[in-house]
């Protein structure tokens, strides 16, 4: 991997250019990945906390790219709030684009999900917005002749196939089978309330087995995005049952976007010996949601063992908020409570590769508050 | 928003101007707090001098416009006198007092800890971008801590209040004790989930 220097973010790739492109501020991710030839998909939303536009859309603009006509999927890998925000919009501008989106989300209980707190809780979350967005785009692109229903998938689906040799193409490694049918039952023991239940918003679902990863081949170029898939030591489940059916056809990766944000929750040992290349680089978006920011120091140093090349798109996933009243700024200091902002630091990671050139390299930019992911252990000590 | 402790003279309100692009979507979720708690729903947003009666209860205030915003109209609310045995003169203890409201934020919990409680706070209903913050339950009443779990909703404002003179910082966070899910809406997304499918072709 090939470090630029000066880097400018306003130049499109060529057309023999694989690009990715990851997006991540405090709190959310969004990967754009133009798969040559002027194609391009996109992978979940985040908005810019500058012009809390979508950050995929905002970059695209940036390079000249349409993505009315130019993007070909747009992908939801699951729908955590980190992960969905702005997709609505995201879909909307990728005209002819198709919606992707786990196998499990289309039975009848997640429907009524959405209908209930669409209608009936307004507050607290975006996953229910932006899906209450996206099926009114696909009701109206419907009424159209070039409307299609969303596509489900699951392990084993090949989304998009350029040529009958399968030099350049998407393919589904997750969610399982079985985990559809983990799914099933937590939608119904968990997700969707009873009558006289206590009314609350929706809750988290976790751990979240219903995570498209997917892997993408361009000619020899060749990167796992890993979403937020986790492990739970199970088989069939999570990272261990894309081992058992994907180790010995979807190898040599030479990129992977480290899952869930670099947590020990996404990590499975065998990953690395059985699906990565050994100069393979990553990427990863930081998060805050639990009782710590990720990644921990002991994330970094696990990652950066791995791999020489690693990348974050923000240094910080947090940063102090203070409020512009003084008399606000003094009470807060006085109950001892500190608030943090999840989005205000954004970065974005470029890497590039010719394809029409064999063994040549990979190159990476990095843009805003994006650093070496090994950066954060000099910063914090 | 209503926040009420007793007495029933330390009662103050604040209403969402009816102008904001999001106050439809607002206003169920806030009807049915007032409505939870017994409350009625004031018919008007204009309570200049208008006195109202406190559904199931026998407190009657006079209110006061005392700052109208984009966000929030301030309402001063003064305790009507109460009548007493010996019949005071109307007037007589009357305290007035009004609230300054600096900050408003609405919250979710996230998780919930021995002595604290970790939400993501926002302004409004705008939920972009979000803040968190943990809080300690001390500052949660204590027959609203089986209010605070994950997933449930709460208003905090932050300001000062004038009360006979004198003026104090506070900060009061008020959980939503949302009515039960009823049959009727289960029943409501049943049919959305089927006209989901039919209309988008989500299946």
Known sequence: VRKLAGPDLSIPPRSDEVEISVFGPGFGESI??????????????????QTKEPAALDYLQKIGIDPATAVRFVISSHWHDDHIRGIGKVFEKCE???????HGLEITQ????????????????????????????????????????????????????????????VKVLSPSSAAYLVSLARFSESLLPKEGQARSAVPYLEPNDLAIVLTVKVEDARFLLGADLEEQGKADLGWQAILDKFAHTDTAHQG????????????????????????????????????????????????????????????????????????????LREMGISIFEESSKQGQVRLRKSVSQSNSDWTVEMFGDACDLSDLLQSAT | MTTATNPPELFHLSLTSS????????????????????????QHSALDRAAFELANTTAQYVSESV?????????????????????????????????????????????????????????????????RTKISLQEVADEQ????LPGGTFSWIIGYRIRGGTRSRFSEIYFRRLPPWTKQELKDAKTAAVKISEEAGWS
């Open chain 1, 96 to 102: 002819s684009a198709r919606f992707v989106c786990a």
């Open chain 1, 110 to 169: 997640f429907k009524e999900l959405i209908g209930l707190y669409s209608r009936y809780f307004p507050v607290g979350g975006s996953g229910i917005r932006e899906f209450t967005k996206v099926l009114s785009i696909l009701k109206a692109r419907r009424k159209t002749d070039s409307g299609f229903g969303p596509d489900f998938v699951s392990e084993g689906t090949m989304l998009y196939q350029r040529d009958p040799n399968a030099r350049i193409f």
């Open chain 1, 32 to 49: 754009v990945v133009h798969l040559t030839g002027g194609e391009w998909i996109v992978v979940d939303s985040c908005l810019n906390a």
């Open chain 2, 145 to 148: 801590h089986e209010l605070v």
């Open chain 2, 19 to 42: 102008d904001r692009a999001d106050a439809p979507l607002l206003a169920p979720v806030f009807w049915r707090v007032f409505q939870n708690d017994t409350t009625a729903e004031p």
């Open chain 1, 256 to 331: 992977f976007k480290i899952p869930h944000h670099g947590s020990v929750t996404g990590h499975h040992k065998e990953v690395w010996p059985k699906l990565m290349n050994e100069e393979a680089w990553t990427v990863l978006t930081p998060y805050i949601k639990g009782k710590k920011p990720l990644p921990e120091k002991t994330d970094v140093e696990r990652i950066t063992a791995y791999c020489r090349y690693s990348y974050i798109t923000a240094q910080r996933a947090i940063t102090r908020y203070r409020p512009p009243d003084s008399v606000v700024q003094r009470q």
């Open chain 2, 67 to 131: 700052q109208k915003g984009p966000l929030l109209n301030v309402v001063h609310l003064t305790s009507l006198p109460q009548k007493s045995q010996n019949e005071k003169e109307p007037g007589a203890g009357l305290v007035r007092e009004h609230s300054v409201i600096l900050q408003q934020w609405e919250g979710v919990v996230l998780f919930r800890e021995d002595e604290s409680f970790t939400a993501r706070i926002f302004e409004g209903y705008q939920d972009f971008p979000a803040k």
